[in-house]
C-alpha cells in the first residue's frame, strides 16, 4: 500500500487531505470518504476532536482506513490526554501500522462546550514529539513501524532576522515534516518560506502547505473565526462572494494554488481540506495536473 511517509520521501510533489470526522461518523462513512480519496492523495489526516466536536479515536478510524487501502495520518493532541493516554495511542497507532503522525498541543475548546471539559495539556507538543521520537529510537519497539513525525507551523509575515525558533525545536525534538495552517496568501507563504530556507531547516524536514475549498463566503468566515491562525485574503472572499457558483470557483482558486506551491522554494507537497464537498479535493487535483497517487 502507498504510504504518505514513502511518498514524501518519493515524490516531487505530495498530496494529502482530511476527511470529516462528526459524532454521526460510522465506519461505513469513513468507507465512503476514503474511496473517494484513494486514487488522489498520499495519506488522510483524521484530526484529533478538531474544535472540541467529538467523534470516533482517531485509531478506530485510522484502522478503517488502513483495511480500505489508504494510508492514515494520525493526530494526537495534547489537549485531551495525559502522558500515559498519549503513548498508549502511540503504541495503538504503531501496531496497527500507522507510520505517520501529527502532534500537536491542542486548540482551546470553543466557549459553548457544557458541562466544559478540563484541557490536560501533560505534554507541549514539542514534548510529545520527543517522545515519539524515543519510541523510534528504543530497540525494544521492533514491532512498531518507524513513525514519520510532524507539527503544525503559522506561516506568517516576519520580520529581518526572525528565526523559526520553535520549529527547530521541534525538528531537534524528532519532527520530521510540517504542516501549515491554512494558508492561501502565496506571496506571504512565499516569504515565509524564505526564512526557513535561510535556516537551512528544510534539510532537516518537509513543509506541507495547507489549503481550503471553501463552498461559500459564510464558510470562509466561519473559517476565519473558528480556527487560529488561518489565512484567507479578502481578494479570495470577494471572488467567492461575486461568483456565480462559489463552490467551482473555490476549486479554481484551490487550483491555481496547488500550481504556484509547485514554485515555492521549500514547499515539499500540499494538505487539501474542503468546508463541506470532499469530491471538490480530486476535482482541484486532477484540474492541477497532479500526477495521480498510484503507490
Known sequence: MKTFKNAAATRD???SAEIFLRSDTGAAGIREQAALLKDSVDGVLLTD???????LSTIAAASLLLANGVDPIVQLSSRNRNRIALLSELLGAGA??????V???GDRVPEGFKPRP??????????????ASKLNADERMVALPEFYIGGLITPHAAKPGW??????????????????????????????????VAARLLRRINVFASLAIIHSEDDAKWLKKARPNVNIPDAQLKRLRQASDPEQESVRICTEQLEELREIPGISGAHLLASRELATIPAAVEAAGLRLATG
Open 13 to 15: 510533489f505530495t498530496i
Open 49 to 55: 476532536n478538531q474544535f472540541g466536536q467529538l467523534h
Open 96 to 101: 496497527l501500522g500507522v507510520s505517520s503522525l
Open 103 to 105: 502532534l500537536v498541543r
Open 118 to 131: 478540563k484541557a490536560v495539556h501533560d505534554l507541549n507538543a514539542t514534548e510529545l514529539i520527543a517522545t
Open 163 to 196: 528565526l523559526p525558533k520553535k520549529l527547530n525545536d521541534k525538528v531537534d525534538a524528532g519532527a520530521r515534516f510540517a504542516l501549515t495552517h491554512i494558508c492561501m496568501d502565496m506571496q506571504l507563504l512565499r516569504d515565509y518560506m524564505k526564512h526557513l
